[in-house]
């Protein structure tokens, strides 16, 4: 079994969830993790990336995940990265909708072509078939129309290991709201682990959506940005309160392993700017800290200054406490 059931994972998040940040969600108690979605063309024409597909042995088990159109390139692609990375799984993207991705007849396109995707999961599953690698996919309801028994159909008869579904529609992006009750469907006729994903906003939404869908594994995707901590909470049913200091910290803590697999330490420095507002969020000070952190001048001073903050935090903390 690929996933094991009671789970809790990261989801993939384009821009967010690299090494770093998969590696820190492990940490906390998070399950299993998930690249973001690479082009499966991309790596045949030029090679894996390796900003995105970088991992260490802390990120495990980890899911690369993959997209495209076209079953005979997604295949080739899996079986290279089954060569070079030897993830534990890998992970076809059906959801994608944005424009981008859309006019390429990619990822979310897809839904509105079952057999297509069956073909695409059918010739994957048999190319990794020397590898031992599992393939699982990551699905919305449809495009346009709700289309999930037939997408789910074309999945198992392609032989897939595990769905997460994302219950809204491509066309919707994320507006409205998830609608679990389409994972409790997929879970009753889906003889494959089922993932859910969306809208879990805390930890006790985790408890809420296995009891609500009984699907086998929730994923948190936006609420683990801001609170990375919610693994630790589920697992310890409890609320974390996470102070500043420890957040900088933590800030601090990603950049320093970003440094292995940037191509610089700027970029680093220049990338880390999405996961900072994400942890400053709901602070009084975060504004005045956003902008004494993206008002420098290169990565040294940036370092330089959130290391002085850490002081300066520690210092009230301490004072505070007398
Ligand atoms: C910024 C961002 C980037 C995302 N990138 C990916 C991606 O690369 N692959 C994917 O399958 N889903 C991606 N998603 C979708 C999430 O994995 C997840 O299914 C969705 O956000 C719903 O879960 P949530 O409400 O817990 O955020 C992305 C979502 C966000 C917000």
Redesign the pocket.
Do not use: F, I
């Given at each position: 079994m690929v996933v094991k059931r009671g789970e809790v994972i990261l989801?993939?998040?384009?821009?967010?969830t690299h090494s770093a940040f998969r590696r820190l969600a492990r940490q906390l108690g998070a399950d299993r993790t998930?690249t973001?979605?690479i082009s499966a063309p991309g790596i045949i024409h030029r090679g894996i990336p390796k900003k995105y597909a970088y991992f260490t042995p802390l990120e495990r088990p980890i899911h690369i995940?993959l997209f495209g159109r076209n079953p005979y390139e997604i295949s080739r692609a899996a079986v290279k990265v089954a060569q070079e990375l030897k993830p534990d799984a890998i992970d076809i993207?059906f959801?994608?909708s944005v424009p981008k991705v859309l006019k390429t007849g990619a990822a979310g396109k897809l839904l509105e072509n079952p057999p297509v995707i069956k073909e695409i999961v059918k010739m994957t599953v048999e190319a990794l078939k020397p590898y031992r690698i599992p393939v699982t996919a990551?699905i919305r309801l449809g495009l346009h129309e709700d289309n999930l028994e037939k997408i789910a159909e074309a999945l198992i008869e392609g032989g897939v290991s595990a769905i997460?579904l994302?219950p809204r529609l491509g066309a919707q992006g994320?507006a409205g709201r998830?609608d679990w009750k389409r994972i409790a469907d997929l879970k009753r006729i889906s003889p494959v682990p089922v993932i859910g994903?969306?809208?879990?906003k805390n930890w006790r939404d985790i408890d809420r959506m296995f009891e609500e869908t009984e699907c086998d594994a929730v994923?948190?995707?936006?609420?683990a940005l801001s609170n990375p901590w919610i693994f630790t909470e589920y697992r310890e049913k409890r609320d974390i309160e996470i102070p500043l200091k420890w957040r900088l910290e933590t800030i601090l803590l990603l950049l320093e392993w970003m440094f292995e697999y940037y191509p610089s330490r700027e970029k680093a420095c220049f990338e880390i700017r999405s996961l900072l507002v994400q942890l400053l969020k709901g602070f009084s000070q975060s504004r005045e800290i956003k902008s004494y952190l993206m008002t420098v001048k290169g990565c040294e001073e940036f370092v330089n200054r959130l290391r002085e903050l850490i002081e300066r935090f520690t210092t009230e903390s301490a004072k505070s406490s007398l």
């Open positions: 989801a993939p998040m384009a821009g967010y998930y973001e979605l995940q993207n959801g994608c990551k997460t994302h994320y998830a994903s969306g809208d879990v994923m948190v995707g936006r609420a």
